[in-house]
C-alpha cells in the first residue's frame, strides 16, 4: 500500500486504557509521569478516564466504557486521524468480553501506525522518547490513492 506522512503534533491526544486488573498499574504511571501528561490532551475509556480525573484531577476526555463500546469509539478516532497515541494497559491473563473489540482497536492502531503501548516497559520508553514532546513525521496509508486503486 502506499504510504503519506503524517505529522504528529508537539501537543499529542493520546488515549489511555486499562483493563481492570491493569487499571491501578496505569494510574501509578500516570501518577509517576503526571508533569509530562498534563501537557497534552488526555481521553480515557470511561472507567479509566474517569478514574484518572478522580483520583489525579487530570483532564480526561472520557468515551464510553470499553465493554459498552468505548473501545470502539476510541478505534473511530484512530481512524479519522483525531488520535496520536494511545497506552493501552489490556490484561494478559483474563478474557474480556468484548475482546473482540479489543482485537479490533489493536488492529486499528497498527493500521494508522501511531504510537502504542501495550505495557509498562513500552509506555516508559514512549514517554522518555524526544518525540514525545516535539513533532514527528510518520507514515500513514495513503487512503486516497487506496480508494483511486479499488474504484478503478
Ligand atoms: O475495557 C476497556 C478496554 O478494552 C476499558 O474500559 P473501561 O476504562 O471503561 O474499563
Request: glycine letters at 6%; hydrophobic letters at 40%.
Amino acid at each position: 500500500m502506499e504510504t503519506t506522512t503524517r505529522t504528529l503534533q508537539s501537543c499529542k491526544r493520546i488515549a489511555l486504557v486499562a483493563h481492570d486488573h491493569r487499571k491501578r498499574a496505569l494510574i501509578n504511571w500516570v501518577k509517576t509521569h503526571r508533569t509530562l501528561l498534563a501537557q497534552h490532551e488526555l481521553y480515557g475509556t470511561g472507567t479509566t478516564g474517569n478514574l484518572i480525573h478522580q483520583e489525579m484531577g487530570l483532564n480526561v476526555h472520557t468515551l464510553l466504557s470499553g465493554p459498552m463500546g468505548g473501545d470502539q469509539q476510541l478505534g473511530g478516532m484512530i481512524a479519522e486521524l483525531k488520535m496520536d497515541m494511545m497506552i493501552f494497559f489490556w490484561d494478559p491473563m483474563n478474557a474480556a468480553p468484548h475482546d473482540p473489540d479489543v482485537k479490533a482497536l489493536m488492529r486499528i492502531a497498527t493500521v494508522w501506525n501511531i504510537p502504542v503501548a501495550l505495557n509498562a516497559a513500552t509506555a516508559d520508553f514512549l514517554i522518555s522518547s524526544s518525540a514525545f514532546n516535539q513533532p514527528i513525521d510518520i507514515h500513514i496509508p495513503d487512503y486516497e490513492s487506496y480508494l483511486k486503486q479499488r474504484l478503478k
